[in-house]
Every structure is written in C-alpha cells, then in structure tokens.
C-alpha cells in the first residue's frame, strides 16, 4: 500500500483513488510509454519517454545530452513528476456535462538519480527491450560501449504514486434520463497491427510478435515427407513471387495474376490482417527436402463454436502440380482439423469453371454439396458459382487411409 502524502492526496473524486501496489506495478507494466515532468530554470518541461518497471523502482530511458538527464548528475538527483494513462473508452451521457472517459492513470512524484554503474545499466535497458517484447533482448546485438555512454537511464523510487481511475456507464442527473439522446460507452483498446519487416530483412516474425489466438486461429509449423507448413510472413514475398510466375496458376484464383513483388506483398499483408481479424490462418508451403516455398494455403470460415472450418486460397507453382505435395499438404491441414483441433466438418469452395480443383478435392474423399450461385467475384469482376464440398469426421478415417496410400507411391515424383 503507497502511503497518502500532500502531493498524492485526493482533492477531488476520492472513490477513483487506488493506493494499492499491485494496480499500480500492472499499469505501468501494461502501458509503453510515459511523460516525464521536471523544471529547467524554474520553467516546468514535459518529456514523452519510454519507461520500464523492476521491482519497486521505474526507470526512465533518455539521452545523456538531455537537460533533465544533466540536472540529474547532481546530488540528491532530479525532482519530477512521471504520469501514464491508458484509455479504455470514451462516455457518452446526455449532457454535454457529463461527459467522460474510462481510463487507468498512474502519476509518482520523487526525486530520479542517474542511473551510473554498468551492470546495472544494461540490466536494465535489456529488461526495456523485452518489455516490446519477450525474448528480445536475447534476439538483438546488445549495446556497444560508446553506445551505451550515449544512452541515459533515470532511476525513480516507487514511493510516493497515486492510481486513478474510472470505468462504467455515464452518470446522468436524473431529471436528464428520460432525454431522447444516445448514452453510453464506447470502449477503445490498443491492438497490434501486422508487422513490417524492414528492407534486406528475410527471417520470419518472431514468435513475440505474433498475436496470441485460439488454437483454431494459429498457423502451428507442420512437416511431411515432401512438403512443409510453415506461418505465412512478409520475408515469403520474393520466393512466392517466384514460385506462382505462370498465370496459370492464378487463372481461378480470387486474385489477379500479380505483376511483381509489390503485388504479392499486398495479398501477404491482406492475408495476415485477416488472420488477426480472425477470418483466416494463413501458410506457406515449402519442399522439405531443399527448403524452396512452393506456393500457400489457409484455414478460413473458422467457427470454433460449431468445430468447423474451410481449407481454400490454396496456389502452388505449376513445376508442383500432380506431385505429392498437395495431397500431403492437405493431409497435414485434415490431420491438424480432425486430430489437434477437434473439428467436425471442413468445408472447401472451388469456382464451377475449375474443374482440375473440383476433380482433386474429390480425390481427397470430400463429398460435393451443392452450387453457391453468383457465390463470388473474380479478378475479372465477373460472378462465380461456387461448389461447395465437406468432409465430416465420419468421413476422416477412410479418407485419411486413403491419402496415405496415396502419398507413399508419389514419393518417387515429388
């Protein structure tokens, strides 16, 4: 429990007040960045920094050319104000006046020293890089020495903090409630985008990066005797632009024939803001003997609750048509629905014109459905029909004995 002091006693909205340790450790663990305040000449400065907790002491990042930094060489160190907030939504009453916003903020008030012995240092600006992060700090070059001179760290007691906060419905005044305006809240959350890989950069995101989801929603690596999966990432779009350069390929697909590089990176990134989006899992595929990516595939209509899912947006570079490689590759993704998953029924759509697809997914001991008419658009902008087959867990058994048989004489052609 913080103790109340003049600078964190409450003169206002006491019931938001928190003293307790443990909030307070879990937002400023929670949130990447702060503001740091502290006078220069009498004149008050504010500084956006970034900060990591250790126990109970936050430190600060910052520049040892900085004003803030010099001033706290000297003894007994630096007085300031550091202030974090998270917003956890905006509310909407009906007056104007009570308007206001769902948040969890943090202010600590002492005095920050400098930050001088080495060990401690790196220690500490480690422990700031796997806050971005987990593992990190492990999967970088750390600093050199003269980088290390270069960079700062403020050390700041976790003594005097207040945590504040507030969360729920608008508070109307009563003789407002029967106004005919919209009330209520509208929450807001901090979410990850897709990461984008600098230039020059070929190995996958880490593992750190990646949003963690539902099994059902997770690209697991998986390996066979002549193909393997493996999540789909930017560093793919060289070697997938290579892999699918015959329009062939692309002629009944959902995309046009891409152009370049840039076409494939924009259906990479498309695919990866709809696996977060939970609409799709995608993969590439690669020969498991020389490592060359073959082309991808995905889950998509992912439905955990009725323990079903699609297998589509499925390429490969023609030199791997009529090899073992996509029937082993769906063997792999049937294995991972019917075995790892739990999935009752999986689904794939192909367009009537495809016939080569329609032919192939039958031979994997799916079973045809019926015809969505005018179901999709093609690159062409022209309205497909769609023929749906399934497969159900009853059906897994004798179909998985199938493409097993079927894989062990194709090993010779793959």
Known sequence: MFATTDRTAASRYRERIDRRQEPAHDLLDEAYHCVLGFTVDGEPRLLPTLHVRIGDTLYLHGSTGSRPLLAARAE???????????????????????????????????????????ETKRRVLAALVDKVGPGRAADTRPPTRRELAETAVLALPLHEVTVKRRSGAPVDDEADLDLPYWAGVLPLRQVAGVPEPAAGVTVPVPEYLRPVTS????????????????????????????????????????????????????????????????????????CARTGTVLGSTSFYEVDPERRSLAIGYTWLGRPWWRTGVNTEAKLLLLDRAFGALGAVRVVWHTDIRNERSQRAIERLGARREGVLRMHKQRADGSWRDTVQYAMTEQDWPDARRLLRDRIRPAASAA
């Open 215 to 286: 099994p059902w929603l997770s690209a697991e690596p998986m390996r066979g005797d002549h193909v393997a999966l493996e999540p789909l990432d930017a560093s793919h779009t060289e070697a997938l632009y290579a892999a699918g350069a015959d329009e062939e390929v692309w002629r009944h697909l959902g995309s046009a024939t891409p152009d370049g590089p840039a076409d494939v990176a924009g259906w990479v990134t498309a695919a990866l803001r709809a696996q977060l989006a939970g609409e799709r899992v995608p993969w590439v595929q690669r």
């Open 76 to 118: 007994p160190g630096l007085p300031v104000c550091v202030a974090v907030t998270q917003l956890d939504g905006l509310v909407y009453a009906r007056s104007q006046f009570h308007h206001s916003a769902n948040y969890r903020s943090a202010v600590v008030h002492g005095v920050a020293r400098l930050v001088a012995e080495e």
